[in-house]
């Protein structure tokens, strides 16, 4: 065996067991290993045809495709499947492209396939490609209907409809008419605005950080301890979708002020009108609107 052909099978063979490695100990079930292995298998077998020719293009190809797959596995958060075929599939276009400009190299790829798919040279990878292509589909449909029973879902209310009436501190107000006592100051006056701002930010880093992030986007350092996860303001399905009436509400009762509608919910904020003041909540609340450059949503009066 040429020496160049024995060093291209040792890269496959260690980035073969690189991703079997990796397959087994993020996903432990027989039946999602079984489906990694034979595809495996079947690029390794796609690898000796074409080192055996020493055709470049494709071998870089299947390297290219073994390693965003393992290198996908190795982020977190872990890639999409679709991304990690998309790129494989990409590194496939781009050899095929390459083939195509070379007219011989062209002609020693079809030679190749052709020898694969009815001559003598390659029979034994032919009669095993038949078989693993097969097992393979096989495979993938056992590992997709192999499910165990799992209890129901229960759907999660991600904003739940507040009460029409609300009290802070025992004192009642209407939602309905509720509104940012500093708002007005966006436009009044711009420099008593930006000094809201300012005191908006540090209630928010004193207090809400640690759950929402540095960034707003609720990833901050207690949030992996929490299930769910903290709402992520950065979202356009969050605070850019609410009144400020319905935040001061849902801020100042927490998790533990929420109606009974509003089940299941399962939230660790606490009721922050117990620690801080309705200024400072509403404050805070401008902070959030203009860091996330989003503006609270508003109803037109109707007119009669």
Not at 108 to 116: A, S
Request: contains cysteine; hydrophobic residues 50%; proline residues 8%.
């Amino acid at each position: 065996m040429k020496p160049k052909r024995l060093a291209v099978l040792a890269c496959g063979l260690a980035l073969l067991g690189l991703a079997a490695a990796l397959q087994s100990a993020l996903n432990p079930a027989w039946q999602s290993s079984l489906v990694n292995f034979i595809f495996l298998a079947i690029l390794l077998c796609a690898l000796e045809v074409f080192a055996s020719e020493m055709l470049w293009a494709p071998i870089s190809a299947w390297v290219t495709t073994v390693l965003v797959y393992d290198l996908a596995l190795l982020i977190r958060p872990p890639l999409p499947g679709i991304l990690v075929w998309m790129f494989a599939g990409l590194a496939f276009l781009g050899s095929m492209l390459y083939l195509s400009v070379g007219g011989q190299n062209l002609k020693d790829l079809n030679r190749t396939l052709k020898d694969l798919l009815d001559g003598n040279k390659f029979r034994a990878y032919r009669a095993l490609l038949l078989a693993l292509f097969p097992a393979w589909a096989a495979a993938l449909v056992l590992a997709k209907t192999s499910t165990g029973l799992a209890s129901p879902d229960f759907p999660r209310t991600i904003h739940p409809a507040p009460p029409d009436q609300s009290d802070f501190k025992g004192r009642g107000t209407v939602l309905a008419t509720l509104e940012n006592p500093f708002r007005r100051f966006e436009k009044e006056d711009p420099e008593k605005f930006r000094e809201l701002l300012g005191e908006g930010k540090k209630v928010y880093y004193q207090n809400c950080f640690f759950c929402h992030g540095d960034h707003l986007d609720g990833q901050g350092p207690f949030a992996p301890a929490l299930n769910p996860l903290p709402a992520n303001f950065q979202d356009p399905g969050t605070i850019a979708m609410l009144q400020e009436s319905f935040v001061f509400w849902r801020v100042a009762k927490g998790g533990p002020g929420l109606p009974a509608s509003a089940h299941p919910w399962s939230s660790a904020m606490p009721a922050w009108e117990k620690i801080l003041s309705e200024e400072e909540l509403w404050k805070a609340i401008l902070w959030l609107y203009a860091y996330t450059n989003q503006a609270p949503r508003t109803f037109a009066p109707i007119e009669h």
